[in-house]
């Protein structure tokens, strides 16, 4: 375990608590609007995780960085135009290096500019601490939303496509217009089902993690 | 606290730093973008007369198989020209006796000649698009590609799906009096031997109707061409 030794100290809690108690979507609820729009098939949700996980990241450096500079009445705007410039400078990136999949996810690399994960963490952890723990705090919340990204489009691409990273899991002769029995479930392609997957997920983890149910 | 003085400055130094890093990436990055663009463009018009091609080759494979760039006027008159660098969605715009549209000549390797259209139309969110190939009959569909720019996953972004795609093929844009008809997307599915009709996708009514808009209008506007040409061709 030595090679993991940087995960047990404070930075490496910072990185590993977004994967469970305090992940972004789960726990604090936050970034739920693109978990239902992208995770319809696993290659866009991790391209989508990949970004947001940038942004957040270099996000939290950079307004780390700039954090005793930053007049306190114009925060919120300061940090609104580096999400911004985070998020054009990934969306040129996508459209350079990969064309196909930045086509797939259309305006919603755009729209990570609203994600809440980015602003909570900007002003939660970043305006407030050292630039390396921030940077890690934004790995770490990028890569915790990016897991049940991927989790719930796991789900929706095998049970609504028959695939996985858009190989055909499910033989074709099964299928009912090859006169089998199977046919692919509409519904998990349609966004409510997102928002199902994630709740099984939320009561699966507080029903494992008692800390987590609110009382109040 | 701060003063008005210093958050003034500061709001002026991080738009500008933030502008021109911008216009750095971006200037850096067009030029792999426009590449993608053009790549995309050529694999497919390939496509459309069902030839499959990796980013790699497709520039090669355009020019192996496109033999002529022809721009056509509503009367059916023509003139060569670069078809590839007409901008469709500006060409619309005009009034339709003064078009020039885009047509593409390809000879696949049993040395027929397929004809290329290039469509654009209107679906659900935004602009839909694609290229229809005919045989030298210039009547029966030889292939087809659909593609857009925001259509719902699953529902109307199916049109650029190959299963959609290849219902089209065989099928017939003029009826048996030699008026065109072009070809529809039949909601609740085509019936069995319509030889103009293919199955529209449950679910994308709008994006359905809109490839109908666009077979309609687009093709359409090269049906004196095709009745010139095929006249000669007859003669010949």
Redesign the interface.
Known sequence: MSKFSFLSGKIGKLFLAPFGDDNPITVKVLGICSALAVT??IKPAFVMALSVTVVTAFSNLIISLLRN??????RI??QL?VVA?MV??VD??L???V?DVSK?L??FVGLIITNCIIMGRLEAFALANKPFPSFIDGLGNGFGYGLILIVVAFFRELL?SGTIWGYSIIPASLYAKNNGFYVNN?LM??PPTALIIIGLIIWWQRSRRKNLIDIS | ??SNR??FI??VV??VV?AI??SI??LI?KP??EA??RT?KIQNILTSINIQSNKKESQDMYKKYIKEELLIKNDGTYRQGSAFDVKLKDELKKDISKREMPLFIAETDDGKRHYIVPLWGRGLWGAIWGYISFNDDLNTVFGALFDH??ET???GAEISTRAFQEQFINKKIFDDNGNFVSVHVIKGGAPKGDIHGVDAISGGTITSNGVNMMLKENVGFYVNYFKTLKNTNNHE
């Open positions: 319809v098939k500079g930053i007049p306190s009445r114009i705007i300061v135009v410039l054009i400078i040129q990136f459209k350079a290096f064309y797939q259309s305006v609504g509409g392609i349609l | 606290m701060h210093y958050i500061y709001s991080m738009v933030v890093t911008l990436v971006v990055l792999f973008q993608n663009i995309e720019k925001s996953p699953g529902l």
